[in-house]
């Protein structure tokens, strides 16, 4: 069993809505315009990328990284489209900037599920839900259970873009097929991660409030199914992840050099194998002449035109291996050797400098503690709500107020599945939803010790 490029690049919109023609751009566009004007993209201006509550303008931020992402994954997707049209493999209708639209869209909205604080944030609400919070999941199945136990931020991606945003629990933002599947970087359910039966043990894409578009998705796609409730990626899902990799490969080790944690050495003794030979002279000609500070601008530009031409050629080289669902690596590590190895350096060296320097650690320790008050607090205020509207106390029906009672209303949630289960995600929508400094600012204000803002 193969798949197809006529059936992978769907721009039907989820729900079984018809395209719709417009003049000036494809539907894969339109779905990157509707990603953009979204209020969940809007608040990744706020949202930790390296450094949490970082007060340097120039360390990037959630949304700062996802649009060079998407910068780099158009390229890639356009350069890939290109030489899959000049070997007469796209449909006739499908022009290479269709792959990049898809592409760019897909890498937009690779971060749009994480919570405040990042990577800390999700394990923050993990961490309560397996301790303090584990009463509220006494009455869910044990497939719900586990969606919230180990909360991950991809697939509360796929909620976001489905569920959550636009239009509520009405297929979200309708998003064509063809860029949801592209999204989706583990096909699977939260489950395989606790029996390790995926080929990325400890990560997954798919809650159970999300599960039927998975299949409404995959069917339109033409995904194959690899077991219950699992699907392989679609091809272009390794375009947008080798796009996130590249630029955590430059853009991490600017901010630690900026932030005075690494040294301009450590960045282009990594970097510098990547660069063609015949441009070393005159590069380091230039480089010479600028402050440590502008060095990383100049070599950006190159390092990442050698990713993408690594990248396309790669992806070009195993297509058949891609349309198979045989390839369970990344692109990455089908690229180039220097390529391949200079990434991996790159997340070696931030790992070990940039993401256990001292105040990081701090902060993601403070982390915690803000969103356990914030899970605490609301979830106490949901539970009495659900139980019983006329026994809640004054400061539940306060709580209430301030995160929106229609969004917890037994009638509403009881028509998209168990309620109880839907009225915990939708806590955790509201306090994902949250950037860093409205998260601390409101805890502060639940533990009686913010400032006013009259």
């Known amino acids: 069993m193969t798949m197809n490029w006529h059936q992978l690049l769907c721009a039907e919109r989820l729900g079984h809505r018809p395209v719709k023609d417009e003049e000036g751009r494809s539907p894969f566009h339109s779905d990157h315009d509707k990603i953009i004007f979204s209020g969940a993209f809007r608040r990744l201006a706020r949202k930790t990328?390296?450094?949490p509550l970082a007060t340097n303008d120039h360390i990037h931020n959630?949304?700062?990284?996802?649009?060079?992402?998407?910068?780099?994954g158009r390229t890639l997707g356009i350069r890939v489209g290109a030489a899959l049209k000049a070997a007469g493999d796209l449909p006739v209708h499908i022009v290479p900037t269709d792959i990049g639209d898809i592409v760019q869209a897909s890498c937009l909205a690779h971060d749009i599920g994480n919570p405040p604080f990042g990577h800390t944030g999700e394990e923050a609400i993990r961490n309560w839900f397996q301790k303090e919070?584990?009463?509220?999941l006494e009455q869910l199945t044990p497939a719900e259970q586990t969606d919230i136990r180990v909360f991950e931020g991809n697939a509360q991606g796929l909620r976001v873009l489905t569920t959550s945003e636009y239009y509520q629990y009405q297929e979200g933002m309708r998003l064509t097929y063809a860029t949801l599947a592209s999204s989706i970087k583990y096909p699977w359910c939260s489950e395989a991660t606790v029996k390790r039966q995926r080929p990325k043990h400890n990560k997954y894409g798919i809650f159970q409030s999300e599960l039927n578009y998975l299949h409404e998705i995959a069917d339109k796609t033409g995904l194959i199914q690899k077991g219950e409730d699992w699907y392989c990626?679609?091809?272009?899902?390794y375009l947008m992840e080798a796009a996130d990799d590249f630029c955590y490969g430059i853009i991490d080790l600017e901010d630690g050099l900026e932030m005075g944690i690494i040294s301009w050495d450590e960045i282009y003794g990594i970097l510098r194998n990547?660069?063609?030979p015949a441009q070393i002279a005159e590069l380091e000609k230039t480089l010479n002449k600028v402050s440590d500070g502008r060095k990383p601008a100049i070599l950006r530009g190159k390092a990442i035109d050698a990713f993408i031409n690594a990248g396309t050629q790669a992806f070009f080289n195993h297509q058949k291996d891609f349309l198979n669902g045989t390839?369970?690596?990344?692109?990455?590590?089908?690229?180039?050797?220097?390529?391949?190895?200079?990434?991996?350096?790159?997340?070696?060296l931030a790992k070990r400098k940039i993401f256990n320097h001292s105040k990081r650690v701090e902060l993601e320790i403070g982390a915690y503690a803000t969103i356990a008050t914030l899970l605490s607090t609301i979830c106490s205020a949901v539970d009495a709500f659900l139980r019983d509207p006329q026994q809640m106390t004054y400061k539940d029906n306060r709580v209430m107020s301030l995160i929106g009672d229609n969004n917890f209303h037994p009638q509403v949630l009881h028509k998209h599945g168990n309620y109880r289960y839907l009225a915990i995600?939708?806590?955790?929508?509201?306090?994902?939803?949250?950037?860093?400094?409205y998260a601390t600012n409101l805890a502060k204000q639940f533990n009686g010790m913010g400032e006013s803002r009259y």
Do not use: F, W
């Open 327 to 348: 390839v369970e690596s990344d692109l990455i590590s089908l690229c180039d050797k220097n390529v391949m190895e200079a990434v991996q350096a790159a997340k070696d």
């Open 49 to 51: 990328q390296v450094h």
């Open 274 to 276: 990547v660069i063609d």
């Open 133 to 136: 919070g584990a009463s509220y």
């Open 62 to 72: 959630r949304m700062t990284h996802s649009l060079e992402v998407a910068c780099v």
């Open 233 to 237: 990626r679609h091809p272009l899902v």
């Open 425 to 437: 995600m939708a806590v955790i929508d509201y306090i994902s939803g949250m950037t860093d400094n």
